[in-house]
């Protein structure tokens, strides 16, 4: 049973940083992409930032420049650095890692006050 737990959330003054952990555990494959996403209330839910297992990023556009995705394979871990955070990046942020289907951590609150 695949399991991806995040931690790191929290409620921080705008114009601070916050860092995203997420661990995928309960698996021998090897895991391709990996990345973040956020749904805030009432929004769908969208993609934040993504990793492949060789270190190709991709970042949508809103948080390029603010945010940097990376992870440690050895660990099976891909973390979020959030700097420059904004009201507007305030949501659940959901972890998300492809083996052989797409597995999802329960999601953090990341609160973001102005």
């Known amino acids: 049973q695949v399991r991806l737990v995040e931690s790191g959330g929290g409620l921080v003054q705008a114009g601070g940083s916050l860092r995203l952990s997420c661990s995928a555990s309960?698996?021998?494959?090897?895991?391709?992409?990996m990345g973040w996403y956020r749904q805030a209330p009432g929004k769908q839910r969208e993609l934040v930032a993504t990793?492949?297992?060789?270190?190709?990023?991709n970042y949508a556009d809103s948080v390029k420049g603010r945010f940097t995705i990376s992870r440690d394979n050895a660990k099976n871990t891909v973390y979020l650095q959030m700097n420059s955070l904004k009201p507007e990046d305030t949501a659940v942020y959901y972890c998300n890692a492809q083996i052989n289907i797409y597995y999802w951590g329960q999601g953090t609150q990341v609160t973001v006050s102005s």
């Open positions: 309960g698996t021998s494959f090897n895991i391709n992409a």
């Open positions: 990793i492949t297992s060789g270190g190709s990023t």
